[in-house]
């Protein structure tokens, strides 16, 4: 809730006494990559979306989350591969759809 706000602090805070409480949760590391992304820590949020999935290998939000790391540090490929994961597993935002585009213009 406290990312939906921008409130970045607070949702790291929250998020990490989750991790405590439940490391094996999908759903909280890929919600920990998420905030680390916001923080512009992409290589960090990398490492939270891999086990992510490693614990939930349909999790629409981390190949979603994961995409916009790589798309933003210009790994078009693996972006475009992994918007295109998300999008297979319901994933619906015109943003993504935007960013896939430009990510499968830059891998030609």
């Known amino acids: 809730m406290h ?10 805070r ?16 890929a919600a920990h990559g998420d905030v680390l992304r916001e923080m512009q820590q992409h290589s960090k949020a990398l490492h939270e979306y891999e086990p992510a999935l490693a ?8 190949f979603i989350g994961r995409a916009f790391c790589n798309y933003d540090k ?3 490929g693996s972006a475009a591969t992994d918007f295109h994961r ?23």
């Open 3 to 12: 990312l939906r706000k921008h409130d970045v602090k607070n949702a790291r």
């Open 55 to 62: 614990l939930d290998s349909v999790l629409a939000t981390a």
């Open 14 to 29: 929250d998020i990490r006494k989750d991790l405590r409480l439940r490391p094996e949760n999908a759903e909280t590391r």
């Open 86 to 108: 998300g999008i297979a597993l319901g994933w619906k935002d015109k943003n993504v759809e935007a960013c896939l585009a430009k990510a499968e213009e830059n891998t030609q």
């Open 74 to 76: 210009g790994s078009w």
